[in-house]
């Protein structure tokens, strides 16, 4: 099933659950819903230490802990776990879950640009685990672990679908990176005026391509299978045959994953070819990268779709 989006007109049903404001009327408003952040620490997969922001519900207390989902929600390329969480707003209070936004590792770069290390996914699994070890009075729902990313993190949360397919209750990857040597290649097609150039010391994709080589060890000719294992493609029968549902969204007009349809496009054609009974969701539309994933917009409705959120909750 494909469902074509529109981003217009989402906001005054949000406003009912305290994201957004909501219109002035005689009766008492609601007041808004909060959410508890914690920063914790751990100890990532090249040895480094790094860090993650949880977010729980806000009534959720040592004493009043009762087994609650997890959301892995891997960061956007150029970001921390920080910027990550606030995506969610007060959703995990109104759903009662907990996500932890890691900060992530790659290989030889920061986890701003781990672009899906083997050893990142790894860390990514172990979430859980960390989570309950950091906050001993916090207790997961081990059969209710999912995933939500975005950009890179969409990336990284198809990767932890097709190398942990039993891992995960439910998935929802938005504007994914999926084809890593052709997004290599497209960097350099990147838009960048003064101020990027500034920003970047130079044209943007160029320096991404620079990036990229130190954190993989090389280009796609040089080292592909250094891409080959950080390419969604490379999981697409175990992502199929997983029995995960899963949510891929992605825009027509997307200009940092340039050429979408041949990312998140491609890799539902070829999911519905493995397996045409996979339950797979797909929502296209035209926004610019990302702008869906968040909890004023389009977040909810993820949410609602892989069973973490109920209509009545909106």
């Not at 998935?171 to 990176?177: F, T």
């Not at 950080?230 to 899963?246: E, H």
Request: proline letters at 7%.
């Amino acid at each position: 099933m494909t469902t074509k989006i529109s981003i217009t007109g989402i906001t005054a049903a949000l406003a009912l659950v305290g994201c957004v404001p909501a219109v002035a009327t005689s009766s008492p408003a609601r007041p808004a819903p909060t959410v508890q952040q914690i920063t914790i620490t751990y100890t990532a997969h090249n040895g480094t230490t790094s860090h993650a922001v949880v977010l729980l519900p806000s009534w959720y207390r040592a004493g009043r802990s009762p087994s609650i989902p997890l959301v892995i929600s891997p960061h956007g390329r150029g970001l921390w776990g920080k910027t990550n969480a606030k995506l969610w707003g007060a959703l995990p209070t109104l759903g009662g879950f907990a996500v932890v936004n890691p900060d992530q590792a790659g290989d030889h770069l920061s986890g701003r640009f781990a672009w899906g290390a083997k050893g990142d996914i790894d860390d990514l699994a172990r979430m859980p685990a960390i989570v309950e070890r950091a906050l001993p009075w916090v207790h997961i729902d081990l059969h209710r672990i999912y995933a939500v990313g975005g950009s890179m993190g969409g990336q990284e949360t198809l990767l932890l679908l097709g190398e942990h397919p039993h891992l995960l209750a439910g998935a929802v990857a938005v504007d994914s990176l999926v084809d890593f040597a052709l997004q290599y290649k497209n960097f350099a097609t990147l838009p960048c005026d003064a101020t990027c150039m500034a920003g970047w010391n130079g044209p943007v994709g160029r320096k991404l391509q620079q990036f990229v080589r130190r954190e993989v060890g090389g280009t796609p000719s040089t080292d592909p299978r250094g891409f080959a294992v950080r390419d969604v493609f490379t999981y697409a029968k175990a992502i199929a045959n997983s029995g995960v549902p899963l949510e891929i969204w992605w825009s027509h007009t997307d200009q940092v994953i340039v050429h979408p349809e041949l990312h998140s496009g491609k890799l539902v054609k070829l999911i519905r070819q493995i397996n045409p009974d996979a339950p797979l969701k797909v929502y296209t539309g035209r926004w610019v990268h990302t702008h869906v994933l968040r909890y004023d917009r389009q977040l909810p409705k993820m949410l609602v779709a892989i069973g973490l959120l109920s209509a009545s909750d909106l």
